[in-house]
């Protein structure tokens, strides 16, 4: 095998800026050590996000300059529905400004007091969504997907067994949907197989409950079950998507992922009455039926990157970029959460930092030595992101301490993933040295944006 590489030439290139690491000290001093509160020309490579930091191709500049910013009718528009409606099969095809808009909508129409959604891992906006309307958001992962170190191939799938359970307990009158996430973002961006859909779909069918799929990344979803799943090899990964999508009776999508765009999403289904629903809340809040939150030119640079990220050479290189980043570390024998998923790594900051406990921060850490040493920018998620306080003060810490290294799409290079690996190992030659950290500054809520911090 020859090495895999990047299966696109640079047209346009936009400078790094190069800082020192007595330079770093101070620009970590002044973000009080939250790499949130860091400029992003500070940071060397950026690896905070997956979402909507992708670098756009020249055909979808060429569709940004192509498009029609008609009020309504827009012939982007046009281009967009019929892209979407081929890759997915749904009749409905709603604009949003970005995902979490189409949540929004979805689950103010079908939520509520009394409801439960229940979904692999809910995606942290997908959860307040469901929340904010009152109803009940409900993890189902598996018992696989909840072990770290454990390699198997479709650590995303949603528990299927539990999903029964749940629908015996609560009744299926109070379930209005189910979702699935693919990939499954919050267990650590692992896939969900295709026997798992067909077969969550056809429990559900039983009871008249749809499916809806959170489909962010579907196609490194499609890619994953045709590089594992027995019987898919053989099949395009625009089919293996379009099947996916036939178990389900809708969508939401952010375009921040796999539109390879930097704004956008929308909201697909079938059902005429819902979708009539949905565009009447769309008109309030977000825009017109042919433009939702965006522009004509957004919706043509999406239904572009629609098309160009079904693309198998793209694909390679996307899943292959991250899996070695994943394997390089793992032979140095860094911890980190196994396998690698489709869009990040994510070390494993209890055993990384063993000496420093939850309530200093050790994933907190991490991300300040990995941006002293390297200028990378990456984000925790744990303590910091996660932690509650109990009625005495006491910080209740989630079950994993975890930093995680996203890969935005065709951005970086082969050198540059080189480079991260070089940086994670030597921070983790010299662990011992990391020291813990106390929160000086919290807000009530999503504290890991704006916390300040002191080191310890
Ligand atoms: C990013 C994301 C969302 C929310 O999309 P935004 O465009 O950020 O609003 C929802 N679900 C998953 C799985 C995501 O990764």
């Given at each position: 095998m020859k090495t895999i590489i990047e299966p696109f030439k640079i047209k346009s290139v936009e400078p790094i800026r190069f800082t020192t690491k007595e330079e770093r000290e101070q620009i970590l001093k002044n973000a009080f050590y939250n790499p949130f509160l860091i400029h992003a020309d500070d940071v060397l490579i950026d690896l905070l996000t997956d979402s909507g930091t992708a670098a756009m191709s020249a055909k979808q500049w060429a569709g940004m300059m192509e498009g029609d910013e008609a009020y309504a009718g827009s012939r982007s528009y046009f281009r967009f529905e019929k892209t979407i409606r081929a890759l997915t099969g749904f009749e409905h095809i709603i604009p949003t400004h970005q995902g979490r808009a189409a949540e929004k909508i979805l689950f103010t129409i079908t939520g509520g007091k009394g409801k439960y959604i229940p979904n692999n891992t809910h995606f942290d906006t997908t959860r307040a969504n469901v929340e904010f309307t009152g109803a009940e958001a409900v993890d189902l992962p598996t018992e696989e997907g909840k072990k770290p170190e454990l390699i198997a191939d479709f650590k995303g799938n949603i528990n299927i067994e539990g999903l029964r359970a749940l629908i015996e307990r609560v009744?299926?009158?109070?379930?209005?949907l189910c979702m699935i996430t693919v990939t499954n973002n919050s267990g650590g961006g692992q896939p969900v197989s295709m026997a798992n859909i067909r077969e969550t779909k056809k429990l559900l069918r039983r009871y008249n409950i749809p499916l809806f799929l959170d489909a962010c990344r579907f196609a490194e979803n499609a890619y994953f079950i045709k590089k594992r799943e027995p019987g898919y090899a053989d099949k395009s990964v625009r089919e293996i998507a379009r099947e996916m999508f036939s178990y389900a009776d809708g969508c939401t999508m952010?375009?921040?992922?796999?539109?390879?765009?930097?704004m956008g999403g929308f909201l697909a289904l079938t059902d005429g009455a819902l979708a009539s629903k949905a565009r009447n809340l769309l008109i309030v809040t977000e825009g017109f039926t042919t433009y939702g939150g965006l522009a004509g030119r957004d919706l043509e640079a999406i239904a572009q990157g629609l098309d160009e990220v079904l693309d198998e050479h793209y694909l390679t290189y996307r899943i292959r970029s991250v899996g070695y980043l994943g394997e390089r570390l793992a032979s140095a024998r860094v911890p980190m959460v196994q396998p690698p998923g489709g869009h990040a790594i994510y070390l494993d900051a209890k055993r990384f930092a063993d000496h420093i406990p939850p309530d200093r921060y050790p994933g907190q850490a991490i991300v300040c030595a990995l941006y002293r040493v390297g200028g990378i920018r990456t984000v925790e998620i744990g303590s910091v992101m996660f932690g509650k306080y109990d009625s005495t003060g006491k910080l209740m810490s989630p079950p994993m301490e975890l930093v995680r290294l996203a890969i935005p799409r065709r951005v970086y290079t082969q050198s540059h993933i080189d480079y991260v690996i070089e940086v994670v190992q030597e921070v983790y030659a010299r662990r011992n040295e990391l020291r813990g950290f106390r929160i000086v500054e919290e807000a009530p809520v999503l504290r890991h944006f704006t916390a300040k911090f002191e080191m310890k």
């Amino acid at each position: 095998m020859k090495t895999i590489i990047e299966p696109f030439k640079i047209k346009s290139v936009e400078p790094i800026r190069f800082t020192t690491k007595e330079e770093r000290e101070q620009i970590l001093k002044n973000a009080f050590y939250n790499p949130f509160l860091i400029h992003a020309d500070d940071v060397l490579i950026d690896l905070l996000t997956d979402s909507g930091t992708a670098a756009m191709s020249a055909k979808q500049w060429a569709g940004m300059m192509e498009g029609d910013e008609a009020y309504a009718g827009s012939r982007s528009y046009f281009r967009f529905e019929k892209t979407i409606r081929a890759l997915t099969g749904f009749e409905h095809i709603i604009p949003t400004h970005q995902g979490r808009a189409a949540e929004k909508i979805l689950f103010t129409i079908t939520g509520g007091k009394g409801k439960y959604i229940p979904n692999n891992t809910h995606f942290d906006t997908t959860r307040a969504n469901v929340e904010f309307t009152g109803a009940e958001a409900v993890d189902l992962p598996t018992e696989e997907g909840k072990k770290p170190e454990l390699i198997a191939d479709f650590k995303g799938n949603i528990n299927i067994e539990g999903l029964r359970a749940l629908i015996e307990r609560v009744g299926a009158e109070n379930i209005p949907l189910c979702m699935i996430t693919v990939t499954n973002n919050s267990g650590g961006g692992q896939p969900v197989s295709m026997a798992n859909i067909r077969e969550t779909k056809k429990l559900l069918r039983r009871y008249n409950i749809p499916l809806f799929l959170d489909a962010c990344r579907f196609a490194e979803n499609a890619y994953f079950i045709k590089k594992r799943e027995p019987g898919y090899a053989d099949k395009s990964v625009r089919e293996i998507a379009r099947e996916m999508f036939s178990y389900a009776d809708g969508c939401t999508m952010s375009a921040k992922k796999d539109a390879l765009v930097n704004m956008g999403g929308f909201l697909a289904l079938t059902d005429g009455a819902l979708a009539s629903k949905a565009r009447n809340l769309l008109i309030v809040t977000e825009g017109f039926t042919t433009y939702g939150g965006l522009a004509g030119r957004d919706l043509e640079a999406i239904a572009q990157g629609l098309d160009e990220v079904l693309d198998e050479h793209y694909l390679t290189y996307r899943i292959r970029s991250v899996g070695y980043l994943g394997e390089r570390l793992a032979s140095a024998r860094v911890p980190m959460v196994q396998p690698p998923g489709g869009h990040a790594i994510y070390l494993d900051a209890k055993r990384f930092a063993d000496h420093i406990p939850p309530d200093r921060y050790p994933g907190q850490a991490i991300v300040c030595a990995l941006y002293r040493v390297g200028g990378i920018r990456t984000v925790e998620i744990g303590s910091v992101m996660f932690g509650k306080y109990d009625s005495t003060g006491k910080l209740m810490s989630p079950p994993m301490e975890l930093v995680r290294l996203a890969i935005p799409r065709r951005v970086y290079t082969q050198s540059h993933i080189d480079y991260v690996i070089e940086v994670v190992q030597e921070v983790y030659a010299r662990r011992n040295e990391l020291r813990g950290f106390r929160i000086v500054e919290e807000a009530p809520v999503l504290r890991h944006f704006t916390a300040k911090f002191e080191m310890k």
